[in-house]
């Protein structure tokens, strides 16, 4: 007899997100996936949205119904845009599902911060305070049993995962960091737009919406808390010719006299028991290409004792670490499975 499984399903399954999310779910031995939902394609079959799911998702996309999806699932996954996931988390929770928000929505505790940034209405009180950040390498204890998480956004994932240890434990200069970050245009999403049209993006390298990105006050409240003080950032993002993958580059001026080695070796210690963080050998940086596919954060460092400044390097895949595998891995944790399960894919290369 087959063990009963948990029943999943994912809004916004049309995206990038929620395909991806299909990619990983589809082959996690403890979940089945029992509905794929799209506000403006219910009624067709997914395969006929992404023709390399034929023979393996044929299911019909259903629409928005909270209740219905209740009939179906247990815990639902919300690949959906800022300002629309904040309408939807309370009505799935008042039907007694588990939400996995991908979304913007519940990132941000202060709500006139959030509006600020988002440009959106910010959540109500209680689901908002109800909301746990999700990122597993910090907060991974913290999900567990929950009904409510809010996974991290990528460029977030990258840089927290960078700065956190140095952070913590004194040795980064929090008034001086430089976040240079670079994305793949599936960032973007689906969507068509100016910004990924082939002839725009192709053979072009790109800085936007410098410093305004929305997930800089995500970053600040994460790093303030670490240091347990205000921290801001200089953040600049910028796209790149490439599909998939983030790479964030940070320089601050370090605080004490450790050598490089003594910087690899801390942040060996503080993510020793996570799986998906892979610290580099001194003088070894990492590239997007060697976590394409995957939900691996590798991080390099390279220590200039003439300006006493690190600089720190952390790659991931947008869609996987950034998206749809970290969601996963608090589902993982949510659910009290081993955080690695249904994740333990190795990169694609080249």
């Known amino acids: 007899m087959n063990p009963v499984k948990t029943r999943v399903a994912i809004v916004g399954s049309t995206g990038y997100g929620g395909v991806e999310l299909i990619r990983f779910l589809h082959q996690h031995p403890e979940v089945e996936i029992t509905s794929v939902i799209s506000a403006s394609s219910s009624g067709k079959p997914m395969s006929a949205q992404f023709p390399h799911l034929i023979g393996v998702m044929d299911m019909e996309l259903d629409g928005v119904d909270a209740a219905k999806t209740a009939q179906k699932a247990d815990i639902v996954f919300l690949a ?208 997007t290409k060697e976590v394409a596919g995957s939900n691996y954060c590798d991080i390099g460092f390279a220590l200039d004792a003439r300006t006493g400044r690190i600089t720190i390097i952390a790659v991931i895949d947008n869609l996987v670490k950034g998206a749809a595998g970290q969601a996963i891995q608090n589902m993982n944790r949510m659910m009290g499975w081993a955080e690695h399960t249904g994740l333990n894919m190795l990169p694609v290369y080249p």
Not at 218 to 224: A, D, F, K, Y
Not at 231 to 240: E, I, N
Request: some cysteine; aromatic content about 10%.
């Open 80 to 287: 959906t845009p800022s300002g629309v996931s904040s309408k939807l988390v309370p009505q799935y929770l008042e039907a007694g599902l588990k939400v996995i928000d991908l979304s913007g929505d519940y990132r941000i505790k202060d709500s006139s911060t959030y509006e600020e940034w988002y440009k959106h209405d910010a959540p109500d009180a209680a689901s908002l305070e109800e909301a746990v950040y999700g990122l597993c390498e910090l907060k991974g204890n913290d999900v567990q049993g929950k009904r409510l998480i809010s996974n991290p956004g990528c460029y977030p994932t990258a840089t927290l995962l960078g700065l956190l240890p140095g952070v913590e434990a004194g040795w980064l200069a929090t008034d001086s960091i430089i976040i240079d970050a670079k994305s793949g245009v599936s960032g973007a999403g689906r969507g068509t737009s100016l910004t990924s049209h082939y002839a725009e993006m192709n053979e072009n390298f790109k800085a936007y919406k410098v410093n305004k990105h929305q997930h800089i006050p995500e970053i600040e409240q994460v790093l303030g808390a670490a240091a347990g003080k205000p921290v801001t950032v200089t953040f600049t993002t910028h796209l790149v010719p490439m599909t998939r993958g983030i790479m964030s580059t940070m320089y601050g001026s370090t605080a004490g006299n450790h050598s490089e080695e003594e910087w690899i070796e801390l942040y060996r210690e503080y993510y020793r028991d996570r799986p998906f963080v892979r610290i580099r050998k001194q003088g070894q940086w990492p590239s």
